[in-house]
């Protein structure tokens, strides 16, 4: 689970009103080297939600000197989306879990994907 | 007719540990057939999410990727676990980057989903419609393939009600049915 998708992911569990952003809980996480796309990475930035994407970064160990706010006119600032690049697109989450901060309701992560299927009694 | 993009990649489908996963069959072909069709508009457009709801094989999404390349993101989502290990597969097989998860769409498990359907084989795409117009962005594209028992003539009226314009855009005989991709924008403002 790249972080990229983190960023999207919500728990819906019945009863729950703010169900995100998931804490990461990881036993396994792997870099690996992706192609920089910095087209790809200034599309994505206005879409994500910053603050969650530095907190899992951190929960993750690899924040390294990612700014807590976005920086201005980062679209000419390659040094930034490399950055950006290295934590949404490089960082994996391969083993662990995700979990609702409101209802503490933990979604696995095996070889990689997670797993948000919510039981019978929890939709 | 001159293919200008290949097939992906996808003999891993439906055998060993992806024995439970839908292998890409002639539904999934129009709906490629489809969208090669379109590719030029698509790329024209150039997207910067693409989400599946019923990845499989991950097969569509690895086309559709191979099509826009990587200046999108693709997500693919799916019941079956199977499926959505196959999808990282389907994706590292052909060299471009997938995003599986495990979402919920259906209370049902594994293949069955992908055969259940329900009354007119709507069960899953009529828990689905209603969140369409929410998730298609105002100059966005959304591809369904559908069968004659769907009603795609319906579907297309109750997506219309929702300020989506569609038309079936690819269809082919199958065996008494006929398969159709059913392709919807959002209507213009005027």
Redesign the interface.
């Known amino acids: 689970m790249k972080l990229l998708t983190h960023n999207m992911l919500t728990s819906h569990v019945k009863g729950v009103i703010k169900g995100y952003p998931l804490l990461i809980k990881a036993t396994e996480v792997k870099v690996n080297e992706v192609e920089f796309n910095p087209q790809f990475v200034c599309r994505m930035i206005p879409k994500l939600e910053w603050c969650a994407l530095v907190q899992a970064a951190d929960q993750l160990g690899h924040r390294q000197d990612l700014p807590g706010e976005l920086v201005p006119d980062y679209e000419k600032n390659e040094d930034f989306l490399k950055k950006v690049h290295r934590v949404l697109m490089e960082v994996e989450v391969l083993e662990g879990c995700l979990q609702c901060p409101e209802s503490g309701r933990e979604f696995p992560i095996s070889k990689g994907i997670p797993n948000m299927l919510l039981n019978e009694d929890e939709v | 007719m001159c293919s200008g993009y290949p097939t992906p990649v996808y003999a891993h489908a439906g055998r060993g540990d992806f024995r439970d996963v839908y292998e890409p069959a002639q539904d999934s072909f129009l709906l490629i057939d489809a969208l090669e069709t379109d590719a030029e508009r698509l790329r024209g457009m150039s997207p910067?999410?693409c989400l599946e709801v019923g990845s499989g094989s991950g097969v569509v999404s690895a086309f559709v990727a191979s099509v826009l390349g990587?200046?999108?993101?693709y997500?693919c989502s799916d019941?079956n676990?199977a499926a959505?290990?196959c999808t990282?597969k389907t994706a590292s097989c052909n060299n471009v980057?997938l995003?599986?998860?495990?979402?919920?769409l259906v209370?049902s498990r594994g293949i069955e989903a992908a055969w259940a359907g329900g009354e007119r084989g709507r069960e899953v795409t009529d828990r689905f419609l209603p969140s369409v117009a929410q998730l298609l962005s105002h100059k966005g594209l959304f591809y369904l393939i559908t069968i004659t028992e769907n009603d795609p003539e319906e579907i297309i009226r109750l997506l219309s009600h929702q300020g989506l314009e569609g038309e079936s855009c690819l269809s082919t005989r199958a065996g008494n049915e006929r398969l159709s991709v059913l392709r919807f924008h959002r209507k213009q403002q005027t």
């Open positions: 910067s999410v990587p200046s999108a993101a997500i019941v676990p959505a290990q990282a980057s995003q599986p998860v495990l979402t919920d209370s």
